[in-house]
Each structure stands twice: as structure tokens, then as C-alpha cells.
């Protein structure tokens, strides 16, 4: 009966039949034939499907048959973890055979748990690759229910064996990645071999070996970069790892756009094995020398570590690549590559370009510090007291000397610092130059100043220390030691002072119109509107004492002002003293007399009568000053203006006539009180002689009282003289024509007068009508002694102006008290003289100070 049957059709069977007992890769010869079922011998011819080409010599030729050759053996085989990766593993294996061309190799991975399978072709289940590439990989998860029965990694890989050797050596196979397999996982990996195309010609049993995936890379826990406080040429880099490993980094300019990393190997300089797995030809970037900085690899073990990263440039930004690698190092497993970007060591500190120490001005308490600096930073002060150290005690037991002074002893007065921004310097109003001020406890005592910079936030990056030694603070205003005040010579509007002080500094006046109630002026400045001048002056004397003299100009001629000083310290700007409480009062000299050329023309309405106003003197239709009994309306009266006069109201007070020379007032300030101490002390040195009434001589011509009443007038008032007259002076008056005739008058000897005598009680009216008749005239009669009825001083009269003046032939003196005697013109003089359009014959001539 026919069996094993595989499969039939209308016309054809198809039967297999398994010949067994036969040698692998043998040839054979095959003959069969067909017996009718029941026919004990009706047989078929042999073979009797082969073909038969018509050459064949025997109708019964065998049918060629070879058989398989067995399967190829595994000589050797090892199982590593990849190198670089840590869900991969590495199969290296040795396979020989008899005579085959190419040997296929199974690869199966099951969880190390797993037992090894016993049955080969059960385990492969050739039937999944049939139909398939030679070279195939079937994965699946390690979470598949039962990974002991199906394989997490099954590969079947065809090599190609030598020809004369029929064996290949070596042979490298990966199996896994990350989605099948674990980092740090053991695993069991069966190897397996068949007869390329035998369909099943398999390995009798599996290859057995175990291995264990890389562990991951240590992670980072902590790391930073940052500049190393107190250099400017260093880095700390700061980093913790999980577990121990490997750390690499490398450090480079951050303006460079060749310094990245495309792998961890261009951080760790390893290289990533193309050869073998120790490394030998690495694929790796090779960097210029100049654009890698600092490249470094250190081993991590516990707790946090820290590398000095140092040898770098000061104030450059840097940056960082740093990974991890698990250990041992040399599996090449590598974490994730962190970057840290522009990270700048500190920079140099800032460079003083110009500094100074110096008293603050206007204050005793302080010093000024000035600086510029060319970069943001910290700038530190600092003022220093230097004090010797005491005496040292005996040289030696029982010496009676002494040890000097060994050192200076510095104590710390003041110290401040200022933070200057880089955006307050990036102002265009900033000009770069700051100050600070430094209090100090003492005055006049010489400290030593310090300043420094710092690079901001560098915790100790110092400048160069620049040093003031000696600066003083302001001492206080030295003292007014003598102060004295005088009317300047050959002046009428200035003063004189001579001031002495106790040191050097400056002197400070005031000056104003005395008599006015006025008080000293505030400390800090003077705001009197009544101020007629100020100022200030040096006195810096550099031998013997510290003293000067100076004028005060642009006052009012005879005017009495009372002057108030103060001192302050030499170039301190500022430091004063207190004004002096006592004013020193001291009087402009006065103008003398107006020799007017002609009349002033005075066209005023109303007129300065009207006004209370004496007429135009002085300027054309300008009234003169205000008439007895009439005063200005404000505090200061103007002596010429057009403003009207008020009458005053009389008071008790007794009051002289004023003095007055052709309309012009001089000295209004100047009263009799004021003048009496320096008329007695005048005439304390003036030897007295009184004469007998009748050896009274005035060497005068008679004179027409008449033709002078348009021009003088007296005025008296109820006042007595305590000043002594000497009554036995002589007058006598230089002979005087009008302009025309001058000349011939000067060279015309003076003849003598004749004395005229005079009764102790006559009264005495002296005039002058014309200086081509001088005569005197006498009025017989008792007279009171003239000092003591008119008032006025010695050789003057009262006028009808109710003023003092001189008697024909005297003038009065540069003092402006007294009348001295006229001086003769010289020939110049008179040519001068005659050269003038009009001359004013009425040249009368006023006392300053004194009144009847």
C-alpha cells in the first residue's frame, strides 16, 4: 500500500519517504520501482520517472542522490556587552565545517532566569523565517508573558567560509537596543548553526553563554562654574555625581565658533573604537591648540568635588562641555554632554588715572578724596591718625638713659567705600570724576589717606594702594590780632587798614555809613543794603608776622563808616570766623575846595528854593543840598539831586552851622562832636599867647561888608567853643587882580599891612570885595572875643551862609579843620591861571567839622 502520501492531484501522488542510516555529504544512487497491490510480482520498470536522454547506456541507471552536509560547528564563542551602549550586547564567535561555502548561525537572547532549551529546531521555529532575508533580527519586549519560551532577541546571520580553510574566525554580532534590552541586566545568549539550504540541518544543541549590559553613566547631581574669588586668572568648576564615575570636561573660549562637541568622545579624547574595543583607531576631532583651552578627565568617587580650573586669561568669557561616564572607564559609556556658556574670570581692577586728597573746602571736619578710574569697580578710603609710639623704659637696669621712639603707631579714623556702576559711566554728562568725603575728629592734624579699587564681586581683587600722606584738615580761622584803620593819603574816597593776624589766612570787611545804628553782619554772609563796600584780601607772609595793609576804595568823602572784620582760614574756602562785635570807625579825607570857571546854569521847576533845596552849584540845573531845617526823605541824603526836601522838625538839640564854599556842602556826615578830640589834640602842641586887646594887628585893607551880603551870610545859633584861639597870628592875603590884570599883580612886590587894633570886645567882620582893594574895616564898638562868639576856628568867620571860612590871605589845611596860611603863586601858576575863561573871585574857603 502506498503511504506518506504529502500531497495528490487527478493524475500524480506525491509521496515522501525518509531514508535513514545515512552518511552526511555522501553521494548515492537511487533505484525504486512500483508492484501492483496483490500481484506477488508484477513489478514496474526502475526508476521509471527518470529521465533518460537517448544516450544512455542502461535503461536501469541509479538516480544520483548527495546528502547534507552537517552542520557547521561552533569552535568558540563570547559574549560581551556593546562598548558605548548599555542595552546591546556583542557576540564574537569562531565557526568551521567540513566543505560548505557559507554556515548559517542562529543567535537567540532569553533573560538569564531562563533555562537553556534542550530541543534546537523546537527553539528556532525555522518555519517564522521562511520566505525571509538571510540576515534577520526578531525582537520583542522582556515583558512578553513567558520570555522563557520565546526568545527576547532571535537573529540568523549567513557568513561566507574560506574556501581552503572552510572556517571563519572572529565573527562579531550585536543583538538588542534600548526598547529590548536593559542597561545593567545579565542575560543568557544561545548560539546555533545550520547547512545553508539544508532546511533544517541544524546544530545538535545551542551554544550556551551568559553576559551583563553596561550600567548607565553616573548622573550629575550638581555642577557650576564660577570665577575663583580673588583671581583673575582661575575657575572653580563644582560638580556631584550618583554614583562613582568618570568626569570629563573641556574649556574653551566662548567667542570661538569652532569650540562645540558633536560627541562625548571630542570631550574625553577616547575616541570611539573602530578596530577593537580598546580603542585603537578613534574617530575623533582633533582641535587647534588654541581653541582648547583646558581638557581634563578626573575620577568621581563620593561627595562633591571641585577642580580649580586655572591658567586663564583675566576678564575673558568662557565656556564649558562637561559629561559623565560610568565606570569602569573604559566601556566608553557616556551620559548626557552639559554646557555652561560665558562664564568671565574677574577682570583686573579698575586702574586709578588720577586721584587727590585734599581739606574739604569751607569745613574743619573733613577731607575730600577725588578720584577717576577707567572701569566699573569699588573704590575703598581710608584716613589714618599717625601717632609715635611712647618712650621705651631704661636701655639697661640702673641707665639713666632712655630708648628712643621704635615706630608709628597708626590708628584708623574713617573708612567708606563707593560703588561706581557701569551704567553711571556710561552717562555722556559723566566726566569720570568722583569725590568722597572722609569725616575727621581733630582739626590741624596731618592724616594719611588710602585709597584702592576692587573688581566688583571679586572678593578681593585689589588695585595698587595709592597713598596721600600729610593732608591737613582746614584749621580754624586764625585770630584778628591788631586791626587799625585810617583815611588813605592823597584820598577822598578810601580808607587805609593794617590788620595783623595769628596765622595766615584771609581777612573779610564790611564797610558801612556810621552813626546808623548798624550791627555786626551774619556769620555766613553780609545782607545790609547800607553796605558801601566789601571784600577780602590775603595775608600769606612767608617771614615774620602775618600782617598787611590794603585799601578800601569807592567810599564818600568825608564820611565817617564803621568797618566790621573777619578772619578765615587760609584757602579753605569757606572756614570763617565771627564777624568782629566792635566796629573800627574811621573817616574818608574831604574834597577841597571847587574853583568854579563859570556859573552854573540852574533852570529847575519849581525852583530849588521851592524844592527846600540850595541852588546849582556843582552840575547844570542839579539843586544842591537840602537848606537848614530840611532833610531828605529816605535814611541818605544825596547831596545833589532834583528829589524835594521835607522840612524838618525842630528838636532840642543844638546844632553849628555847616560850612559851605560857593554852594557846596562838604562833610555832611561830619558834626562838631566829632571833631572837637582831634581840634584839641591839634592844639595841645600849639603854644597859646594872649595878647592885650589893643595889640590885635590884622594886615587886611578895608573892605565893603556890603558888596559880599549876595554871597555870605551868617547864621548863628546858641553854641559855645572850648577850643583855644591864639589871637596874635598875622593875616596876611597876596595881592590878587582879576584874571586880565593877573600877570602884572605877580610881579608887583607885596607891601606891608597896616595893623588895625582891635578892642577886647570889639566885633571883627572881615570881607572881600576884590582882590585889587583889599582893605579891613572895623566897627568900633565892644566885641566878644571872636573863637568864642562865632565858633569857628582860628583865622576864619562866620559867613551869612551861616558856614566857617577862611579869612582873606589863608586857606584850609589837608585836614579840613584849621585855616593855614596861602601859598603865593608861582609865575606858572598865574599864566595858568589867566588862561581860564572866568575865575571866582568870591574863592572862599570851609572848615570841615566845625560850625558857630
Known amino acids: 500500500m502506498l503511504s506518506n502520501i504529502s500531497r495528490e492531484n487527478a493524475t500524480a501522488l506525491v509521496i515522501e519517504q525518509d531514508v535513514l542510516g545515512l552518511g552526511a555529504n555522501h553521494e548515492y544512487l537511487l533505484f525504486f520501482t512500483y508492484e501492483t497491490s496483490g500481484s506477488n510480482g508484477v513489478f514496474t520498470r526502475v526508476n521509471p520517472h527518470k529521465h533518460r536522454s537517448n544516450d544512455s547506456r542502461s535503461e536501469n541507471d541509479g538516480i544520483p542522490v548527495t546528502t547534507y552536509e552537517s552542520a557547521p560547528r561552533i569552535m568558540k564563542a563570547n559574549a560581551n556587552p556593546t562598548f558605548g551602549q548599555t542595552s546591546r550586547i556583542t557576540v564574537k564567535f569562531d565557526v568551521a565545517c567540513d566543505s560548505c561555502a557559507n554556515t548559517l548561525v542562529h543567535l537567540l537572547v532569553f533573560p538569564d532566569y531562563c533555562k537553556s532549551p534542550e530541543s534546537v529546531a523546537d527553539t528556532l521555529r525555522l518555519g517564522q523565517f521562511s520566505g525571509s532575508e538571510t540576515n534577520v533580527t526578531i525582537s520583542n519586549t522582556s515583558e512578553v508573558t513567558g520570555g522563557c519560551i520565546t526568545p527576547l532577541v532571535q537573529k540568523r546571520v549567513e557568513f561566507e567560509m574560506s574556501e581552503r580553510q572552510h572556517n571563519r574566525h572572529d565573527l562579531e554580532e550585536e543583538l538588542g537596543d534600548e526598547n529590548v534590552l536593559s542597561p545593567n541586566s545579565s542575560y543568557i545568549v544561545l548560539l546555533a548553526t545550520e547547512t545553508v539550504d539544508s532546511h533544517g540541518v541544524l546544530s545538535t544543541k545551542f551554544e550556551e553563554l551568559r553576559v551583563r549590559t553596561h550600567a548607565p553613566a553616573p548622573k550629575f547631581t550638581d555642577f557650576r562654574l564660577e570665577p575663583r574669588t580673588g583671581s583673575t586668572t582661575e575657575l572653580v568648576l563644582t560638580f556631584a555625581l550618583d554614583r562613582p564615575g568618570e568626569v570629563h570636561y573641556m574649556l574653551g573660549a566662548s567667542d570661538n565658533a569652532e569650540f562645540n562637541v558633536t560627541s562625548p568622545h571630542n570631550i574625553s579624547s577616547k575616541g570611539i573604537p573602530t578596530g577593537d574595543r580598546n580603542g585603537r583607531s ?367 522838625t525842630p528838636t532840642k538839640a543844638k546844632r553849628g552851622p555847616k560850612i559851605k564854599i560857593n554852594g557846596v556842602t562838604r562833610n555832611p556826615n561830619l558834626h562838631l562832636s566829632e571833631t572837637e578830640s582831634e581840634t584839641d589834640e591839634e592844639h595841645e602842641h600849639e603854644p597859646v599867647h594872649v595878647l592885650p586887646t589893643e595889640h590885635v594887628k590884622l594886615e587886611q585893607q578895608p573892605v565893603d561888608l556890603d558888596a559880599l551880603q549876595h554871597d555870605t551870610e551868617i547864621i548863628e545859633e546858641p553854641i559855645q567853643s572850648t577850643i583855644p584861639v591864639t589871637e596874635d597870628h598875622t593875616v596876611q592875603e597876596q595881592n590878587q587882580e582879576p584874571v586880565a590884570d593877573q600877570p602884572q599883580l605877580i610881579e608887583q612886590p607885596v607891601e606891608p599891612q597896616v595893623p588895625v587894633s582891635v578892642e577886647p570886645n570889639q566885633h571883627v567882620d572881615i570881607g572881600l570885595d576884590a582882590l585889587a582893594h583889599p582893605e579891613v574895616t572895623a566897627e568900633q564898638g565892644p566885641t566878644p572875643d571872636l573863637p568864642e562868639a562865632s565858633g569857628c576856628p582860628l583865622n576864619s568867620q562866620p559867613s551869612a551862609s551861616g558856614l566857617c571860612e577862611c579869612i582873606p590871605g589863608y586857606e584850609v589845611d589837608e585836614g579840613g579843620t584849621s585855616c593855614v596860611l596861602s601859598r603865593m603863586p608861582t609865575v606858572a601858576e598865574a599864566t595858568a591861571a589867566s588862561s581860564s575863561a572866568a575865575f571866582d573871585v568870591l574863592n572862599t574857603h570851609h572848615i570841615p567839622g566845625q560850625s558857630l
Open 282 to 648: 578613534r574617530d575623533t576631532h582633533n582641535y587647534r591648540p588654541e581653541i582648547v583651552r583646558t581638557r581634563r578627565s578626573v575620577t568621581y568617587s563620593d561627595g562633591k568635588y571641585v577642580e580649580l580650573v586655572d591658567y586663564l586669561m583675566p576678564g575673558t568669557s568662557y565656556s564649558l562641555f562637561i559629561v559623565s561616564e560610568a565606570s569602569p572607564a573604559d566601556h566608553g559609556v557616556y551620559g548626557d554632554i552639559h554646557e555652561v556658556k560665558d562664564v568671565s574670570t574677574f577682570a583686573n581692577a579698575p586702574i586709578l588715572l588720577a586721584h587727590t586728597a585734599y581739606p574739604t573746602p569751607g569745613t574743619t571736619e573733613s577731607l575730600t578724596v577725588g578720584f577717576r578710574m577707567d572701569a566699573p569697580g569699588i573704590v575703598y578710603f581710608s584716613a589714618v591718625a599717625v601717632k609715635p609710639w611712647g618712650l621705651t623704659h631704661h636701655v639697661a637696669k640702673g641707665s639713666d638713659r632712655f630708648g628712643n621712639r621704635l615706630a608709628l603707631q597708626d590708628r584708623l579714623i574713617a573708612q567708606k567705600s563707593l560703588d561706581v556702576d557701569k551704567e553711571s559711566m556710561e552717562l555722556e554728562s559723566d566726566s569720570g570724576w568722583r569725590e568722597m568725603i572722609l569725616q575727621v575728629p581733630q582739626t590741624g592734624i596731618n592724616y594719611t589717606v588710602h585709597l584702592v579699587t576692587e573688581t566688583n564681586g571679586s572678593g578681593g581683587i585689589y588695585g595698587t594702594v595709592a597713598t596721600h600722606a600729610g593732608v591737613r584738615a582746614h584749621s580754624e580761622a586764625p585770630e584778628l590780632v591788631n586791626v587799625s584803620v585810617n583815611p588813605t593819603d592823597a584820598r577822598v574816597d578810601a580808607l587805609t587798614v593794617n590788620v595783623t593776624l595769628s596765622d595766615r589766612g584771609h581777612v573779610h570787611y564790611v564797610a558801612v555809613p556810621s552813626g546808623r545804628g548798624s550791627e555786626p553782619p551774619l556769620n555766613d554772609q553780609s545782607t545790609e543794603l547800607s553796605v558801601r563796600a566789601s571784600g577780602s584780601v590775603d595775608v600769606n607772609e612767608t617771614v615774620g608776622d602775618q600782617k598787611t595793609d590794603f585799601v578800601i576804595t569807592g567810599l564818600t568823602e568825608g564820611t565817617s563808616y564803621d568797618l566790621y572784620f573777619r578772619a578765615e582760614t587760609f584757602e579753605s574756602f569757606g572756614v570763617f570766623g565771627s564777624w568782629a562785635k566792635q566796629a573800627v570807625t574811621a573817616r574818608t579825607h574831604g574834597l577841597p575846595a571847587d574853583v568854579l570857571p563859570e556859573a552854573v546854569e540852574c533852570k529847575v521847576i519849581p525852583s530849588c528854593e521851592q524844592r527846600g533845596r540850595e541852588a546849582c552849584s556843582r552840575k547844570a540845573n542839579v539843586c544842591g543840598k537840602c537848606l537848614d531845617g530840611y532833610g531828605a526823605e529816605g535814611d541818605e541824603e544825596v547831596p545833589e539831586a532834583n528829589e524835594p526836601c521835607v522840612k524838618l
